[in-house]
């Protein structure tokens, strides 16, 4: 059986809610968030100062 | 008009109004969530206070090295932090509070950056320091906005959920054994660095602007810290995109053009918000029926 997560298996049941975010909420999770977007600003800057084809 | 002509011509045609473009999205990014933390933990004066303090920092490598993107950022950094630090000595080693301490520090931040710029510059100089000039932002400084901007996403995504305990329940987060005091001096330096990429595109004196004005607002629209943090960004760089097309087509200075569309957002948000607005306060609802 799958060990609970957070405190009393709270995690768990506000995913199965879908309160959760799909991604999850841990720091890996947010880490995917943040380098996504950061990804997003480094194309965009990458056309503003011309060096996209 | 055309809306074409109106609403996307200027970025297509001009690369200095696109990289001012992608310089709101940086400090969209990067400020907005800090923002939000600077409301939550009562602390949107201490970010005014630091935007001042990066100054004589800036002022000293300008006089060092004239208008260096590189040593320019660093002085303001180093100037920031050590006035976020001196304040916080004088408020635990003395009975003044932090609030008073960081007012007395920035003023002799402020008046010493101005004296400073004034006596080794022109007036050009000065207000270029104070006010800024984001449409003259080239390739270099926009490299440092945007890696300002992703050094704060991937920092508060380590550190978020340590910073937003310490918001609501800093006693919770001691008894946890978690790292308070280190969280709190981590946050400073985000801010001041932000403050330091809002330097470059708003001036020390409007720097604070795309931080303190989108956050305030987005508390009229929603509730939970990640939206909030959504919210702020997106309103900040809203302002950014309106403020530069109503500087473009208006002829306007574009820095206080940013500004003073999203303090307009901040005062719709105040107004008719939906979350505790004079709107929602004081507009007669109906009662609950059976």
Do not use: K
């Not at chain 1, 995917?32 to 194309?43: K, V």
């Not at chain 2, 040593?71 to 009975?95: D, E, H, K, N, Y």
């Not at chain 2, 890696?147 to 001691?174: H, K, N, Q, W, Y």
């Amino acid at each position: 059986m799958r060990r609970p997560i957070g405190v009393n298996g709270f995690a768990d049941e506000a995913r199965l809610e879908g309160t959760v975010s799909p991604l999850g909420s841990g720091v890996v999770a947010r880490l995917l968030w943040a380098g996504g977007l950061a990804a997003l600003l480094w194309i965009a800057a990458a056309w503003a100062m011309g060096w996209l084809p | 008009m055309d809306p074409y002509a109106a609403l996307l011509q200027p970025f297509i045609e001009f690369g200095f109004m696109r990289r001012a473009l992608v310089a709101c999205l940086a400090l969209s990014l990067g400020c907005g969530p800090v923002g939000v933390l600077l409301v939550l933990r009562r602390m949107s004066l201490v970010g005014d206070a630091l935007s001042h303090a990066v100054l004589p920092g800036a002022a000293i490598g300008f006089m060092i090295a004239g208008l260096s993107l590189v040593v320019m950022s660093l002085g303001g950094f180093i100037a920031g932090l050590a006035v976020a630090v001196l304040s916080g000595l004088v408020a635990r080693a003395t009975p003044q509070r932090e609030d008073a301490s960081f007012a007395a520090f920035y003023l002799i931040s402020l008046a010493l950056g101005v004296l400073i710029v004034s006596t080794r510059g022109s007036n050009v100089d000065l207000m270029h320091v104070l006010f800024g000039t984001i449409l003259a932002v080239d390739d270099a400084s926009l490299l440092l906005v945007v890696s300002i901007a992703t050094l704060t996403l991937v920092v508060l995504a380590v550190i978020g959920r340590g910073l937003i305990v310490e918001c609501f329940d800093p006693g919770f987060l001691r008894a946890v054994g978690g790292p308070g005091a280190a969280l709190h001096f981590a946050f400073l330096m985000l801010v001041v660095m932000n403050l330091v990429a809002g330097f470059h595109a708003l001036g020390t004196l409007m720097a604070v602007g795309l931080m303190m004005l989108p956050a305030a607002a987005a508390r009229f629209w929603v509730s939970q810290v990640t939206t909030l943090a959504a919210t702020s960004s997106t309103i900040a760089f809203g302002a950014g995109y309106a403020g530069l097309l109503l500087s473009y087509h208006a002829n306007l200075p574009s820095g206080p053009a940013i500004i003073l569309v999203a303090g307009g957002v901040y005062i719709v948000s105040v107004v008719a918000g939906p979350r505790g607005s004079l709107w929602a306060r004081f507009l007669p609802r109906r009662h609950l029926e059976a």
